[in-house]
């Protein structure tokens, strides 16, 4: 790892964690308020669920626009800018006295909230190699779902004393804090590894990185899996509460339950990494994510804990994947990783607000329309994947990130 003055390996580990919860921090923490923000504002359920759509789409545009300038500056002056970004955007959302106002705040905090992820990402491959980062990968994913466990419960004993606007005054705290400790943080990335051509040109990257078949494929099919999580998180809190009746406070722990059982994807993934080769985890994953959509069309609106049980084995597989997909996409990537790194995280954000938008829509039925958004989602990605398998999008560029 590069030499950090005042940060010791193990606080880099915690410091990129942190970096990592940002935007489950940042959706989840106001789960529980948004059935009262439709009230407060009296907007629609879908115009409240803009809040989230809008994030994620501008967070996934925000990324692919960093990317590229944190492999010419430098990852800290990218870091500094994104963490004092979101931190306005995060003090101004708590002031927003317009659900219009709202949602141009969630705009700028999104806008920090890329470049902060995009750097995070791009810190893993800077700082560590090999086996190391497969464990600093699930480490991260597995710390990281602290935060969409623990978000909505905060989130409901905040509104026991406070109204929405509490959330996203805890989010300005936080995001003060990131900015301390990124002045703090030093450069990882030298100056002869540096991008040195122009602003503009520094762009052209993505379209190289756009241009290589097998990685975007492989980045796509992955990516896919995104939107059905992302629709249940849009999507869980009018299930919870409208259909089945609980209160907000009740509905955070249904909701910290099924995140909780997100911690157990990237110990999985460790375990089965082990025992399995690529294709094997890949098929296990396309698996249970096909069961968990039957139970959920089947038995999810029997009853609150039904549809519970019937979604969490999509959220286990699903968090079995993202350090799994990460480490394959980060070993296919062996020059511009800032920009690489941009891209292995727009993609996914990208299907992941097409899902919160899918959520939301006017199903009659959410669960319904979760459990069809499972299937539909998993079947491409296997149809993809069959694409891929049969050598499509060429070959992969090292054994170790093969999917065939």
């Known amino acids: 790892m590069r030499r950090q003055k005042y940060l010791t390996i193990s606080a880099m580990i915690a410091y990129i964690t942190f970096i990592n919860m940002f935007i489950p921090l940042s959706t989840d923490l106001y ?12 907007a629609s359920e879908f115009l409240v669920g803009l809040t989230l759509t809008v994030f994620f789409f501008v967070f996934a545009v925000s990324m692919v626009l960093f990317g590229p300038l944190a492999d010419k500056f430098g990852r800290r002056p990218i870091l500094i800018l994104g963490a004092a970004i979101y931190t306005a955007a995060s003090f101004a959302c708590a002031e927003s006295s317009s659900i ?16 902060v992820i995009t750097v995070a990402t791009a810190l893993i491959k800077d700082c560590f190699r090999g086996q190391v980062m497969r464990k600093i990968l699930a480490i991260t994913q597995a710390l990281g779902v602290i935060a969409p466990m623990v978000a909505p419960l905060i989130g409901g004993i905040l509104l026991t004393f406070t109204d929405w606007r509490g959330s996203f ?70 299930i919870y509460v409208e259909f089945f009746g609980l209160t907000a406070q009740e509905y955070s722990y ?40 039957i139970l959920v069309l089947s038995v999810g609106k029997t009853a609150a804990i039904m549809f519970l049980l019937a979604f969490v ?52 039925n959410f669960i319904i329309g979760l459990g069809l958004i499972i299937m539909i989602s998993t079947f491409l990605s296997i149809v993809l994947w069959i694409m891929i398998k049969r050598g499509k999008f060429g070959a992969a560029r090292q054994s170790a990130s093969d999917l065939t």
């Open 313 to 364: 084995p999509f959220t286990v597989i699903e968090s079995v994947a993202r350090p799994f997909a990460m480490e394959i996409l980060l070993l296919e990537a062996k020059e511009n990783v800032g920009t690489a790194s941009s891209m292995i995280n727009f993609v996914p954000t990208l299907f992941g607000s097409l899902g919160m938008m899918l959520g939301t829509l006017p199903w009659g």
């Open 169 to 238: 005054y805890l989010l300005t705290i936080l995001g003060a804090i990131n900015l301390i400790v990124a002045f703090l943080f030093c450069e990882t990335l030298p100056e002869n590894r540096r991008y040195h051509g122009g602003i503009l040109n520094s762009l052209t990257l993505l379209i190289d990185v756009g241009r290589k078949k097998y990685f975007m494929s492989s980045l796509i099919m992955f990516s896919i899996l995104a939107a059905p999580y992302m629709a249940y998180l849009s999507a869980s809190s009018f």
């Open 31 to 42: 789960l529980p308020a948004l059935p009262e923000m439709g009230n407060y504002f009296s």
């Open 254 to 293: 249904f909701f910290a339950v099924n995140s909780a059982a997100s911690i157990l994807g990237p110990i999985l993934y460790l375990k089965l990494k082990d025992l399995m080769t690529n294709v094997g985890l890949l098929r296990l994953t396309f698996f249970v994510a096909m069961i968990s959509g």
């Open 100 to 115: 219009y106002f709202l949602l141009t705040g969630r705009f700028f905090q999104a806008v920090g909230s890329g470049a």
